[in-house]
């Protein structure tokens, strides 16, 4: 009996498709894109009126091979590659490679499914449809604009700085953006600020509640110097605290929208420490489907490259039964959210969401592996969260008059918690105190103490993955598929280095930035980026001619290379040098960059092919041995600070150590926030930070 057959994109999904479908189906894989510009070259011409020159993708003729023995056998052919321009591209490109635009007798549709599960698979088919050549184009301007700038202007780096640099569309203006932020860094001037509060004793709470300084009139009065502190506080310790005003409130705490990838890959990296790449390889399983005991592999969540909050009224009524039933009514949201912020969202899928919110995730814990449990369990928490209703809580605000100075202090008390039962990312709400018993006009409180604090203004905070990727899509650069491997690609091209969470310019970064902006400042420019996005998304919508945006794009660009040929210096970037000598050849062994990570080389190579790790030192000496302390990591990646001397000297801290001694034992001190702590705990003297760094600046 011939058979219908399913072409989907990856190996994994073919499992969980079939199981849905039975004998009548046959479900094979593409493994991706079949067909692509060649590598050789360019892959257009203008001559041509920039028609681009697809060829067989090396290594897929065996995969096509097959397909088309299956095609043959096959009276309906669905392509039910994924749900995106990319997808939409891959299916188009099938038509091509395996001639069914040529086969009259062979029935051929496009299906997309948002989640793989059997009611959607099924409906899918029920609801065929042809190949949307908007998003066709839409995806082969894309990849013409990122073919042009890559191909372009990376040979001209090779040239004049080193070979293997890259430039791309995306990732030099992402590249631009954190040297932005670290020139920032680098030009702030720390301002001083004071802080001054009371500590006043309210019944019915168990410690005195802080009271901080408003000023002595109805404008708030920020205090910049030592000398205004000192006139703030003149006559304070003998002053009557007598409340003045006593406001009650209410306030509620939105629940959140449900995921987009965005704010999936920020919430798991702040939530669950995963890079943007690991989060979108777990996420890529839990759609594609894993294995359940007594269902076989599912889909655990919708697909996960979106940026829309849409949920199909299916899903929420599912939500809205699992809430009453588990919860109460009251739980429930009052009706579908939007997101106000965003301009122009693909809304073709809905947000990521858990496929069934009937399956927590306790039920499914001991069937995944820890982080794949993790990330699904932050998915179910969100979405679950999204359907709820609102925290409401009772506010109290409170003014107190010392004298001529007035003091502020507010509380807050839950009154319903709503979605916080199920996410509750603390870190997210400003704490306030909170104390019991009734604050009247005219009561007088009784003062524990009063102090004064000297602070100074902090730097911008360089980028993480997390703020990277927000920043990005807050400017509109890029889509939801590209923020992971942008991220890769300048942290693969050593451009950028992870301190942390932190992202670091790398000197070779900073010259690739360098020489763009000189020379390509166009195509760094956040602005022209975020445009021709929104051009691109008009092809997707069928409003702009693909070719239009070529035509326009290429000449500007190949005038704006040549001229930087003729223009730009060549810039060497050696390789630094360390204080290490080769014990093989004498020579000052350099840092180079591998696979994982820096390590040290003979610069003799290949006469001397000495190499070894590379550790960063941090100028402080080990207490115990006095040799340098270094910066290490444990097999699981987590930083520490251990001696250069191990295994003969076992020193070690997790936290960074600095060149203070303590004064009170004479240990090494460690860095904890703002703070400077002893590493004897027996101790545990510490003292702040900034003080210090203040000290040693005067």
Not at 537 to 542: A, I, K, Q, T, Y
Request: proline residues 4%; glycine residues 6%; positive net charge.
């Amino acid at each position: 009996m011939a058979k219908n057959l399913v072409i989907v994109e990856s190996p994994s999904k073919i499992k969980t498709i079939k199981k849905f479908l039975g004998s009548s189906y046959e479900v094979v894989a593409s493994n991706g894109h079949v067909r692509d510009l060649p590598k050789s070259q360019l892959g257009f011409s203008p001559e041509d009126d920039y028609e681009p020159k697809y060829i067989t993708i090396r290594g897929k003729g065996d995969i096509l091979a097959n397909l088309r023995k299956e095609v043959k056998k096959a009276e309906k052919i669905y392509l039910a590659t994924d749900p995106d321009r990319e997808g939409e591209a891959i299916s188009w490109h099938l038509c091509f490679a395996l001639k069914l635009n040529e086969m009259k007798d062979k029935k051929v549709y496009r299906i997309t499914f948002n989640e793989i599960t059997k009611n959607v698979v099924k409906e899918s088919l029920k609801n065929p449809r042809k190949i949307d050549m908007n998003l066709v184009d839409a995806q082969q301007a894309r990849r013409m604009l990122d073919r042009m700038v890559g191909y372009r202007i990376s040979p001209l780096l090779w040239t004049k700085i080193k070979r293997g640099l890259s430039a791309g569309r995306v990732q030099s203006v992402a590249l631009r953006i954190i040297c932005d932020r670290e020139a920032e860094i680098e030009a702030f001037t720390p301002e001083e600020y004071w802080s001054l509060e009371a500590d006043l004793k309210i019944p019915g709470a168990k410690k005195p509640v802080v009271a901080k300084y408003y000023g002595t009139g109805s404008k708030k009065q920020e205090l910049s110097s030592e000398e205004e502190v000192k006139k703030a506080r003149k006559g304070l310790d003998q002053a009557d605290f007598i409340v003045k005003e006593v406001k009650p409130g209410e306030r509620t705490r939105k629940a959140p929208l449900p995921f987009t990838t965005s704010t999936l890959q920020q919430e798991a990296s702040k939530v669950l420490n995963f890079s943007t790449s690991k989060t979108m390889n777990l996420a890529q399983q839990l759609y594609e489907g894993v294995e359940i005991k007594g269902e076989g592999t599912v889909g655990l969540i919708t697909y996960l490259r979106t940026d829309s909050v849409r949920v199909s009224e299916e899903a929420a009524l599912s939500a809205k039964e699992y809430i009453a039933k588990n919860h109460g009514e009251n739980y429930c949201a009052a009706g579908q959210k939007e997101n106000k912020k965003k301009q122009r969202i693909q809304d073709a899928h809905e947000a990521i969401r858990p496929t069934d919110i009937s399956r927590i995730p306790i039920a499914v814990k001991d069937q995944l592996p820890r982080d794949l449990f993790r990330l699904y369990q932050l998915i179910w928490q969100r979405f679950t969260a999204s359907q709820m209703a609102p925290a409401v809580y009772e506010t109290t605000s409170v003014k107190v008059q010392a004298e001529k100075s007035i003091f502020t202090m507010a509380a807050s008390r839950l009154k319903f918690d709503g979605f916080t039962c199920v996410y509750n990312q603390k870190e997210e709400e400003e704490e306030t105190a909170t104390f019991s018993g009734k604050l009247e006009e005219g009561q007088k409180l009784e003062c524990a103490g009063i102090r004064s604090e000297q602070h100074f203004t902090q730097p911008p905070a360089h980028y993480t993955e997390a703020s990277l990727v927000k920043a990005l899509e807050e400017l509109g650069i890029g889509r939801p598929s590209t923020y992971a491997p942008t991220i890769g690609t300048i942290l693969g091209r050593h451009y950028i280095t992870k301190d942390g969470k932190n992202l670091l310019v790398t000197e070779l970064g900073d010259v690739v930035n360098h020489m763009m902006v000189e020379a390509f400042p166009t195509i760094v420019d956040v602005n022209f980026t975020a445009n021709l996005e929104a051009l691109l998304d008009g092809v997707e919508e069928g409003t702009v001619k693909w070719k239009t945006i070529i035509e326009n794009f290429y000449p500007d660009l190949d005038r704006a290379v040549l001229q930087a040929e003729k223009d730009l210096a060549e810039v060497k970037v050696r390789d630094e040098e360390s204080d290490e000598v080769c014990e093989k050849c004498g020579r000052r062994m350099v840092i180079k960059y591998g696979s994982k990570g820096k390590f040290l080389a003979c610069p003799g190579f290949p006469e001397c092919m000495n190499a070894k790790p590379y550790y960063e030192k941090i100028g402080v000496a080990c207490p115990k041995c006095g040799k340098d302390l270094v910066v290490k990591r444990t097999q699981r990646g987590r930083r520490y600070y251990g001696c250069l001397g191990y295994p003969e000297c076992d020193f070690m801290v997790w936290q960074k150590p600095s060149t203070e001694k303590c004064p009170k034992c004479g240990s090494i001190m460690v860095e904890k926030g703002n703070r400077l702590c002893c590493a004897n705990e027996e101790c545990g003297y510490s003292s702040l930070k900034i003080q210090k760094d203040s000290e040693n600046k005067r």
